[in-house]
């Protein structure tokens, strides 16, 4: 069983090991599946009685995204397998989308005010304070099972919410069969607030700053594009959601949020933002972890430095890229929260953000939090442990690699909350 040195399992069960031992052989015969198999879309679209009409720069998206699965991912046929049922499904979803639209024109129509998006390197506190941003009363999220199960219908039919939740329970509990250790690093109940990373997923269009799978073609096709159309897929999701089930505010997250800025601020340019900041060497240490679980679960190949280089570029290019644009902000649009204060006063600090933004008062909020950490309290789903050396890394190269974004990121917490 491949695991890290401090403990961490990167491998899948012994089942599935099993399971991709025939892989090479059906290589040798020519039968190992493809992500990029242009019969199983058309399939979809059959099944669904329509075709894709989504624009020009999604496709590409698509297609380089679905090459680089096969080009450069090194999956296993597990792997293979389960990235191609997920991207399977994600395209049916764009599809139910566009008659879902078509059927309810009006949604084009709603208004996404003031959402509150929460963003930062990963490891650096972006769950914990999404999670308790969005017991205010106000706020509206996506839950893990609307993620897995956006709409109300199937196939012409109503789906029930009791539905909709008994499949993403199933969804995540072979997650967590197939890596065990992801849910010590990253909860997450079917209940709880999602990234909105699977609003970017469904249409292939996803800014730098997480990842599921090692796909440098995709990342350099990325890299040259404007992430606009990204934000619009997204917004255009979240108009659905709001139509479905409308409340106060959104409270939102994801890595790719601090790469994407530019484009987020073009598409909700009244957004307020929650920026979170912690010693890189301790966040970079987890985040080189999480990458190696991650990717553990569809490939059997384990090169260190590919995970080190790819987590120490994507916070540089990230804090880069934010960096210019919340240089231009007003104070009242953003606020920086250090992971060391939220962890010692959250309630101070989730309700002085609320205050800060000027969303309405929440009296009830206080005791919602404290409430939520009781029942959650850290290790829960047990023990992350983690290490620099897992990863042939140490702390002066850490500090080397993001120095310049460290001195920058130390001086704005001064005036956080």
């Known amino acids: 069983m491949r695991q890290l040195p401090s403990g961490t399992r990167i491998a899948p069960p012994w089942p599935i090991t099993a399971l991709n031992r025939l892989g090479p052989l059906l290589r040798m015969l020519g039968l190992f599946p493809k992500v990029d198999d242009p019969a199983a879309f058309k399939a979809v679209e059959r099944a669904m009685g329509r075709q894709d009409r989504s624009s020009a720069w999604v496709k590409s998206a698509r297609n380089v995204r679905l090459k680089s699965y096969d080009d450069d991912a090194d999956l296993t046929l597990f792997g293979t397998l389960a990235v191609r049922s997920q991207v399977l499904q994600c395209f049916r979803h764009t599809l139910e989308f566009d008659q879902f639209i078509e059927e309810h024109p009006e949604i084009a129509d709603e208004k996404i005010s003031r959402p509150l998006f929460v963003m930062g390197w990963p490891r650096t506190g972006t769950t914990l304070t999404q999670r308790l941003l969005s017991l205010h009363k106000d706020a509206r999220f996506t839950p893990v099972w609307e993620g897995y199960c956006p709409l109300p219908e199937r196939d012409g039919k109503p789906m029930s919410e009791a539905a909709r939740i008994k499949e993403a329970k199933r969804a995540l509990g072979l997650l967590n069969w197939v890596a065990p250790h992801l849910n010590a690093i990253h909860p997450m109940g079917f209940d709880d607030p999602d990234e909105c990373y699977h609003l970017f997923r469904n249409y292939a269009a996803m800014p730098p700053g997480w990842d599921f799978a090692y796909l440098p073609g995709y ?185 310049e974004f460290e001195t920058a990121g130390n001086r704005r917490k001064a005036y956080g909350v």
Not at 236 to 262: D, E, T, Y
Not at 359 to 383: Q, S, T, V
């Open 219 to 403: 990342w350099e096709w990325f890299a040259k594009q404007s992430a606009v159309p990204a934000y619009e897929m997204h917004k255009r999701q979240l108009q659905i959601l709001q139509w479905l089930n409308r409340r106060g505010h959104w409270v939102l997250k994801s890595p790719q949020h601090m790469a994407g800025l530019p484009a987020l601020m073009e598409v909700y340019p009244d957004a307020r933002l929650v920026m979170t900041h912690r010693d890189p060497v301790k966040c970079v240490a987890s985040y080189c972890s999480l990458v190696a679980v991650a990717w553990g679960m569809t490939s059997d190949r384990f090169e260190k430095r590919k995970i080190t280089d790819y987590v120490l570029s994507c916070a540089a290019h990230a804090q880069h890229i934010s960096r210019e644009v919340l240089r231009t902000l007003p104070a009242d649009r953003v606020v920086h929260v250090d992971y060391e204060r939220l962890i010692a006063s959250p309630v101070a600090t989730i309700t002085g953000i609320y205050a800060r933004m000027g969303y309405e008062r929440d009296p009830g909020l206080p005791a919602k939090i404290e409430e939520w950490l009781a029942a959650n309290p850290k290790d829960r789903h047990g023990r992350h442990t983690y290490s620099l050396a897992d990863f042939d890394l140490t702390e002066q190269d850490v500090r080397a690699a993001l120095h």
